[in-house]
């Protein structure tokens, strides 16, 4: 069994961290969190460029739900730095369509997105960990799965809820050899992807969103940042809460 170390400050010179959704508002914010924590970044998406303004973070385009271009994309990252030692599960996409009126065509595409594109690169990047003998697995998550949605339709919650399971089962499994593996569980988060759900519903102190305002990228990313890093060595397998004191477990 591999020895864990003691926790220690979140920074992560040396380290390789690959970010996938990581055009959007949480990926992006998490990225530059990253690098600024010393990390040698590659981040990818679906866009076909992206730029993030510092020479420590390595662009490329990639789509979450191939598993060829997953095993591609694998192959070409342990060329270039030959380890990886941080992946974060960024990629989403979201439905409001309730149960009813949901088809199968949207049913495909939100668990193509936000379930096979977790397991695409956690089945390929998985192993990799194991070897090297250390890894950080961060998943996003939500608070739509530990509640049942938030104004998120069920193809969404059934997706996230799949996600909690699948890292749970990657963080005992792999506890052994040193590789982790948590959630980020977000409340309503103001970016793109949440306009939608934002604007249902205003926050209050009093109401639904204790601490007043909605989630920021940040918010998200520096959650994030602390599971990826030293700070967080002896926590695998939790659901981390970020969402404002919306759900108080």
């Known amino acids: 069994m591999t020895l864990i170390p003691v926790s220690a400050p979140a920074r992560m010179e040396g380290r390789i961290a690959l970010v996938t959704g990581a055009a959007g508002?949480?990926?992006?914010?998490?990225?530059?969190?990253?690098?600024?924590?010393?990390?040698?970044?590659?981040?990818?998406?679906?866009?076909?460029?992206?730029?993030?303004?510092?020479?420590?973070?390595?662009y490329r385009r990639y789509d979450v739900t191939s598993r060829e271009?997953?095993?591609?994309?694998?192959?070409?990252?342990?060329?270039?730095?030959?380890?990886?030692?941080?992946?974060?599960?960024?990629?989403?996409?979201?439905?409001?369509r309730p149960l009813a009126e949901s088809t199968d065509d949207e049913w495909r595409s939100i668990l193509d997105v936000n379930l096979m594109g977790v397991v695409n690169p956690v089945r390929a990047i998985f192993p990799v960990m194991e070897g090297q003998g250390f890894g950080k697995m961060v998943a996003l998550g939500s608070i739509a799965a530990k509640i049942g949605g938030v104004a998120s339709g069920p193809s969404y919650v059934a997706a996230k809820s799949a996600v909690h399971g699948l890292?749970?089962?990657?963080?005992?499994?792999?506890?052994?050899k040193g590789v982790y593996a948590s959630i980020i569980a977000p409340g309503p988060v103001e970016t793109p992807m949440w306009e939608t759900v934002t604007q249902r519903a205003a926050p209050s102190a009093n109401g639904n969103?204790?601490?007043?305002?909605?989630?920021?990228?940040?918010?998200?990313?520096?959650?994030?940042?602390?599971?990826?890093?030293?700070?967080?060595?002896?926590?695998?397998?939790?659901?981390?809460?970020?969402?404002g004191g919306m759900l108080m477990d």
Not at 31 to 49: F, N, R, S
Not at 88 to 95: D, E
Not at 212 to 241: H, K, M, Y
């Open 25 to 58: 508002g949480i990926g992006r914010a998490t990225v530059l969190a990253l690098a600024e924590a010393g990390a040698t970044v590659i981040a990818t998406d679906i866009a076909e460029t992206a730029d993030f303004g510092t020479d420590r973070v390595q």
């Open 69 to 96: 271009e997953t095993d591609a994309l694998v192959a070409a990252v342990l060329e270039a730095h030959g380890r990886i030692d941080a992946l974060v599960l960024c990629a989403g996409t979201i439905s409001h």
């Open 167 to 176: 890292m749970k089962w990657v963080a005992k499994a792999g506890a052994p």
């Open 209 to 243: 969103v204790p601490l007043g305002r909605f989630g920021q990228p940040e918010d998200i990313a520096q959650a994030i940042l602390f599971l990826c890093s030293p700070a967080s060595n002896w926590i695998t397998g939790t659901v981390l809460d970020v969402n």
